[in-house]
């Protein structure tokens, strides 16, 4: 059974830091393809920063890049988003995901750690 848990969440101020973690275990977490989707209140689901299976290759949404980095260590089973330089726009429920070949949908997803900026 696919499992996703996501942790390190919190409130942070403005132009603040924080790393989300995202534990995987049920399926060979080296051989899927990962992201991190948030879900801002009242709005629907913004994917954030994607990486591939190997970790070669990385994408984001252009309102963080710069500022969040997507990793992973397949030797730990474990995602990463260092999140640098957060906006109150940024406050968020953060949800990292997966899926079992790039022709399916996204279907596996965490319970989703909040995020909120503020002073």
């Known amino acids: 059974e696919v499992q996703l848990v996501e942790s390190g969440g919190g409130l942070v101020q403005p132009g603040g830091s924080l790393r989300l973690s995202c534990a995987a275990s049920?399926?060979?977490?080296?051989?899927?393809?990962m992201r991190w989707v948030r879900q801002a209140p009242g709005k629907g689901l913004e994917w954030v920063s994607a990486?591939?299976?190997?970790?070669?290759?990385?994408r984001d949404v252009d309102s963080v890049k710069g500022r969040f980095t997507i990793s992973r260590d397949n030797a730990k089973n474990t995602l990463y988003l260092q999140m640098n330089n957060l906006k109150p726009e940024d406050t968020a429920v953060y949800y990292c995901?997966?899926?079992?070949?790039?022709?399916?949908?996204?279907?596996?997803w965490g319970q989703g750690t909040q995020v909120t900026v503020s002073s």
């Open positions: 995901a997966t899926r079992d070949s790039p022709y399916d949908e996204w279907a596996y």
């Open positions: 049920g399926f060979t977490f080296s051989s899927y393809d």
């Open positions: 990486i591939t299976s190997g970790g070669g290759s990385t």
